[in-house]
């Protein structure tokens, strides 16, 4: 064995070219991962590698362009809002954005029950100055009481445990009762992913973990209060420009199957999933930023503290994807919204798996197109397979139940799938006042390691990039 490298790892095993020296490696290349790259080589001017599973950069930012029409529609990430001067990396990068509003949102909207498959004909959805004056009234609170500067863009301001304000561990119904702002629910639920990535009632999730997709600054930006940006020709093109950019820093398609990890020395073997092979990076310092999952975190030879730690995390399942079908309706959208919502329109909660409705992609006429959103809450589980399934039997019982014709045998097509992976990270009350956040924190730096990325903060991309500026300012000064 050479020295320097710890015992089970042996540099002797690989061939020099196969040898990666760097001073940071990054673990994923989606919103956090690649930015904090292009931050670490061009402004802190460390040498980097990014080990990226799939074969783009770029996390949940989906762009499909349309083979016949060449037009473009991004059914991942869709717009990007102004915090602090986030907004700038797109100049830095030299990627024109501009602006632009929700997709679909002047389609009349039809409510249906997709597990009933009908139509909801009396269902009168609150009035949109109601639910929009509770939105405003979420954003007084939260910046009236200093809950914006714990939440966003990470939680370095949140209270110790025992100190986090009650409000924050109520769960979002007691919440938002406490402030007679109930109003919110309905209009905020569909911006959530259904209850935050996945989870369905959120009645039942707590305040903090709403939050994160729902922080005050985006309620601004929903509120119309700040500008929507998306980068021209699809959001794709901005990744691709740091792909450009770090070159031969990148491993694609890559996964971490072994590593050691200790103060200034950190080694990992890699794997690339397309030809099996293997490599050795050798770094002084790591940066993960793929969600915290056991799975994810598997290979990185977590320490009895660290295991017990990541796994109080619960996460659900997203996929994205346009699909088409002759029966659904052109130029409208169809709404999941449970018949129980006739009586109550401030709860519109869906059970788990379920498909968040058929949105109409006007961008894409002439061609037939909607996009859609299935969750599931066992991110082990609900793979591709299972979230098709879901969108074939929401669409049998839409026609069932009469909302949409017959369906005469006819399958749902797929244009483009997306599996967006665990998300809607949130922890308990009993578990936060236990102090996991500021465990959490404490975490930032041990054995060489450093956490960034939406697990760990506010779950926008521009949130997340001046997360990434706190998080590297500790990273880079940090001695090995
Ligand atoms: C459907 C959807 C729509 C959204 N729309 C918006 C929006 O309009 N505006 C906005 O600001 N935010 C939006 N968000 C939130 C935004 O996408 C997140 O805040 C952001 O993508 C999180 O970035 P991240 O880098 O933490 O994670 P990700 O973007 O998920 O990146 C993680 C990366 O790591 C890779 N990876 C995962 N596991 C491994 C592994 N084991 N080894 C190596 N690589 C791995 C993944 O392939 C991925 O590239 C949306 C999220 C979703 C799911």
Do not use: C
């Not at 992976?421 to 236990?434: I, K, L, N, Y």
């Amino acid at each position: 064995m050479i020295a320097g490298t710890l015992a089970k790892i042996d540099r002797g095993d690989f061939a020099p070219a196969d040898i990666i020296e760097r001073e940071v490696a990054v673990i994923g290349g989606g919103a956090a991962g690649s930015h904090a790259a292009v931050r670490i080589r061009e402004y802190h001017r460390k040498s980097v590698v990014i080990i990226e599973k799939e074969a783009n950069l770029g996390g949940h930012v989906n762009t499909y362009t349309d083979p016949t029409t060449g037009k473009v529609h991004d059914y991942g990430v869709a717009m990007y809002f102004p915090y602090e001067d986030a907004l700038d990396f797109f100049t830095w990068m030299n990627v024109n954005i501009s602006l632009t509003s929700p997709g679909g949102q002047n389609n009349p909207i039809r409510y249906a029950d997709f597990s009933t498959g009908r139509e909801l004909a009396n269902y009168s959805a609150i009035e949109a100055q109601q639910g929009l004056a509770a939105i405003q009234k979420f954003v007084e609170i939260t910046t009236e009481k200093g809950y914006d500067k714990m939440v966003q863009p990470g939680y370095f301001n949140l209270p110790a445990g025992k100190a986090i304000p009650e409000d924050l561990l109520l769960p979002v119904g007691e919440f938002v009762k406490k402030y007679d702002i109930q109003a919110m629910l309905p209009f905020i639920y569909p911006s959530t992913g259904g209850g935050v990535g996945s989870r369905g009632d959120f009645n039942k999730l707590l305040t903090l973990t709403l939050m994160k997709a729902f922080p005050p600054g985006w309620a601004k930006a929903y509120l119309g209060q700040l500008p929507l940006y998306a980068v021209d020709g699809g959001n794709q093109r901005l990744y691709d420009e740091i792909a450009t950019l770090m070159r031969r820093d990148v491993l694609y398609s890559s996964v971490v199957i072994e590593s050691s990890r200790a103060q200034g020395n950190i080694q990992l073997v890699t794997q690339s999933r397309s030809d099996g092979k293997k490599k050795l990076i050798l770094a002084k310092k790591l940066l993960i930023a793929v969600p915290p999952t056991r799975e994810n975190l598997a290979p990185f030879d977590l320490d009895e503290a660290e295991r017990a730690h990541f796994s109080k995390a619960k996460y659900g399942r997203s996929h994205t994807a346009l699909v088409s079908h002759s029966k659904l309706p052109e130029a409208a959208n169809i709404r999941n919204t449970p018949e129980s919502a006739v009586q109550s329109p401030i709860a519109p909660f869906l059970q788990t798996p379920f498909v968040m409705g058929f949105t109409y992609a006007n961008d894409l006429a002439p061609a037939r197109v909607h996009q859609i959103s299935v969750s599931g809450d066992n991110y082990t589980a609900f793979d591709e397979a299972a979230a098709q399934a879901a969108v074939q039997q929401a669409l049998e019982n839409l026609a069932k139940g009469g909302t949409i014709p017959d369906l005469e045998g006819e399958k749902v097509k797929v244009v483009a799938w997306s599996d967006h992976g665990p998300g809607g990270f949130g922890v308990s009350a009993e578990d936060m006042r236990a102090g996991w956040m500021e465990d959490m924190y404490k975490l930032q730096g041990r054995r060489g390691t450093w956490y960034t990325g939406g697990g760990l903060g506010a779950d926008f991309t521009t949130m997340l990039w001046k997360l990434n500026d706190a998080v590297l300012g500790g990273l880079v000064k940090a001695a090995v």
